[in-house]
């Protein structure tokens, strides 16, 4: 099997290769962004899961009288709470970015 040379190519075909790679490397792209963006949502999601979460642990150690496991709850849900308003706002930062470069 021989392969064309760069002289026999159909200039037609040199242009519908490079149209679909181009269009293969927007669709990648495009799949990047959505995952991207679903990937901050569940960070999020998950910060503020955690501090409900040590939330919950805070108040049941209270009950049972446990005043350090409650102070170390608080604590943790503290910082799950700082967490998830850091990334929020990070996040928003970001998404600002990222609908200026959608619109490109």
Request: with cysteine.
């Amino acid at each position: 099997m021989s392969y064309p040379t760069v002289t026999q190519l159909d200039p037609c075909q040199v242009y519908q290769v490079h149209w679909l790679r181009a269009k293969a490397l927007w669709d990648q792209w495009r799949e990047e962004m959505l995952l991207v963006k679903l990937e901050m949502d569940w960070t999020c999601k998950f910060f503020l899961w955690k501090t409900t979460q040590w939330g919950e642990h805070m108040q049941e150690s209270l009950e049972k009288q446990l005043p350090g496991h409650g102070c170390y709850a608080r604590r943790q849900s503290q910082m799950y709470s700082l967490l998830a308003q850091d990334v929020q706002a990070a996040f928003q930062d970001l998404q600002n970015v990222l609908i200026e470069a959608g619109d490109e």
